[in-house]
């Protein structure tokens, strides 16, 4: 499953998120790169299911926006949305990944069950969204695998718009490919059906 909506948001909430504070925050700082010049991102959030309706500042209040009309947030009750922003600036890569939690206490990863990546401010070269076709949630291993034997004309590639939002199933293996130059913003967000353990130890 995979859609691309394009003008997703109403602008007026679009424009009040890129100047506000709160994203302004969240989209600067813990961001680094290994030895290889591959972005790590960390700095990862949780807006709980039972608060949707009542968002209290311009994240929360996209966040709303950008899944409104995607789910029904009763499936969602015991659960909800993590979110994640990074600005890329420049030439720069993303590496591929899964959007999933990994657990303390057991072995193996639990994955999310919806993600969005959406757009506020885009003015790039390059930075394309790149998903594999792979329909069930792979291992670490696995992932690793499916990737040396990946065939590159079989991704789906997806450009980055201002007010785009990609919504696929958070078991795509998916990353950004290589910008060459100017401004990438995105907010991604996944939603679960319950708190996933990482965040329910920091509650």
């Not at 990609?166 to 100017?182: L, P, T, W």
């Not at 907010?187 to 920091?202: D, E, G, H, R, Y």
């Amino acid at each position: 499953m995979l859609k691309v909506l394009d003008n997703h948001i109403d602008d007026r909430i679009r424009s009040a998120l890129v100047h506000s504070d709160e994203y302004e925050s969240l989209k600067t700082p813990n961001v680094s790169t290994d030895k290889d010049g591959n972005v790590i991102q960390e700095g990862y959030y949780f807006w709980k299911m039972s608060e949707f309706n009542q968002p209290s500042n311009s994240i929360e209040k996209t966040l709303h926006a950008i899944w409104k009309d995607m789910i029904d947030p009763s499936e969602y009750a015991q659960g909800g949305i993590e979110y994640w922003a990074i600005k890329m600036n420049g030439e720069s890569s993303g590496i591929w990944h899964l959007d999933l939690i990994e657990q303390e206490q057991q072995q193996g990863y639990e994955p999310g069950d919806k993600t969005i990546v959406y757009y506020p401010w885009v003015q790039c070269d390059g930075g394309f969204l790149e998903l594999m076709i792979n329909e069930n949630s792979p291992s670490k291993g696995e992932m690793y695998n499916m990737l040396r034997a990946m065939d590159s004309n079989k991704l789906e590639r997806i450009q980055p718009i201002t007010n785009r939002a990609v919504f696929f199933n958070s078991n795509r293996i998916h990353r950004m490919s290589k910008m060459y130059s100017g401004t990438r913003e995105m907010l991604a967000s996944t939603v679960w059906k319950k708190i996933p353990l990482t965040f329910n130890q920091k509650a």
